[in-house]
């Protein structure tokens, strides 16, 4: 028994790990997956575009120096899907971005979900 | 012994049911759909009708699984085995080689920058059958004389001749010149020929040749899913014939709501200001 239950556990296993990630046409490696960053900020711009849309935001870190970070989103064909629109951010917007970030440790990332100050989440699709 | 065998059943059970969530709002997203996987159940052939895709779930945050392909890429092993023997595909050397010094953005080798992938940096059409690694919808429109699917990436489209011979010598062309034919009442049989060379067949960058040809077998399994059973023979690439494992298609909705086209200009900003400074050492 302790062998079948093994041998369905890898099969599990390998079931998940054969198919390949779906996030963006141009992969994830450049971010770190593992790490979610939370950021509180200001959108300064909203590209709804492809092949990926991006939003801008400033954020202030804790040293209080003013920091510009552009993180990308999924396309608008994917975005529709969670509700967003080409109107859902705007400049002046206050925002709370949830992403993985660069590995680089360059102001860069993608998206997991923007909360808007009036509570709404919109969720990323790539 | 026995209760811990009803446990595993369970918790593979759960786990699989995990992973089922990834594709999840696809399937959730048919609700209020205006008779998108309404079926004929009176035709002699299968009805296509409605809208379909593999689209994937939501960005997860760290420790959760992110959106998974339900295309599996190769015959056998894992995504860490694609372009090694391991992978079951019959390659000949060249192939093999050409498929290695490419730099994809999917597979073990997977890179962020600089690609070779020529669907970003050109715009050149996905071709038959990596149009299908997409996670963007696509829709049959079925008439007498021929199927045509029209895909929302690339917003590119194709069309299927039914019950006809292919031309004796066909230009080699992006999408190729397919051909079809209905199976039973259930399953649709696209036969193509025809490519240029410039495609690759998925995205972890196989390579084929001018001779390549590709059997699609589309069969609706359900009201709301489909099979996709994709074969590949190419004699100026490969050794043998082989085939990606057959691959589960969804309904969706709200075709072509937003469409997702390539425009070289819109690669190269989305390029330069989100992809450059990811591999560019800032420090």
Redesign the interface.
Known sequence: MRKRFFAALILVASLLVASGPVLAHHGASGYDMDKDTILKGTITDFFWTNPHGRLEFSATDAAGNVQAWIVETGPPSRLVETGWTRHSLSVGDKVTVHFHGAKNGSPRGILIKVVLENGQVLENRA | ??D??AA??V??AG??LL?GLAVA??LS?QVGAPSATAKNQDADHVDLSGVWG??????????K??????????PK????DVGTPADGVPYQPWALTKMNSER????PH????N?T?P??QYCELYGVPRIYN????FKFVQTPEAVYILY?YGVVWRVIWLNRKHSADPDPSYMGESIGRYEGKDTLVIDSIGFNDKTWLD??ARPHSEKLHVIERIRRVSQDKLELALTIDDPGAYTATWSYPTRTVASAT?FA???????VR??N??NE???K???????
């Open positions: 012994m026995r811990r065998f595993s059943i918790v593979i786990i699989l992973a709002p696809a997203a593999n689209l994937g779930g939501s960005v997860a945050p760290a420790g699984s992110q959106p998974e392909s339900i295309y599996r890429m190769s092993g894992t995504m860490k994809p953005p999917a597979g997977a890179t962020f920058d690609t992938d669907n970003i997409s996670p963007s919808k929302e995205s972890t709200d709501k937003e469409v997702w086209p390539c425009s819109e690669n900003e989305f200001s989100a992809i400074p990811t591999v560019t050492p800032t420090k």
